[in-house]
């Protein structure tokens, strides 16, 4: 068994240029090195793409116009936020005025029990659990022309 141990030193000896490593694999390191030359190449033109512009996100990232509405964006949500914090508005008045919030709750509770209130106490009848209403369909269905 032969292993190779790579670790930074301070001291030590260089091995010779010429110097080979065994392994129990020919090739291993090189498959692994052109694996990942490909990984990068693709990468690199990923990036390349990007910067060009190309597909969807490189018109994302190069737009002028998508910066320019991202930023319009971020500043207006900004102004909002501060806007909302100095309770200005109806969120800023809910969030800061205790008062605007308690009447909310009351208009809220009025609509509920006026709702409750108007609905009658008995459940109207369901056609799927009617034996007349299923008795009248069977009737008209027998009645119907036959083809």
């Known amino acids: 068994m032969s292993a190779v141990d790579i670790t930074p030193m301070t001291a030590g000896r260089r091995s010779p240029s010429t110097a ?7 090739g291993t390191v090189l498959r692994h090195r052109r694996a990942a030359s490909g990984t990068i190449d ?6 390349r793409d990007l910067r060009q512009g190309k597909g969807s996100a490189g018109k994302l ?26 309770g200005r508005g109806t969120v800023g008045k809910l969030l800061k005025d205790p008062k605007a919030a308690e009447s909310l709750e009351a208009s809220m509770k009025n609509i509920e029990d006026m709702t409750r209130s108007s609905t009658p106490a008995k459940q109207p009848r369901c056609p799927a ?17 036959k083809r």
Do not use: N, W
């Open 20 to 26: 080979t490593c065994r392994g129990t694999r020919q």
């Open 42 to 47: 693709e990468v690199t033109g990923l990036v």
């Open 61 to 86: 990232v190069t737009a002028t116009g998508c910066t320019t509405t991202c930023k319009q964006f971020v500043a207006t949500a900004g102004q909002m936020t501060r806007e909302i914090q100095q």
């Open 129 to 145: 659990k009617d034996e007349a209403f299923a008795k009248s369909l069977e009737r008209r269905h027998r009645q119907l022309p």
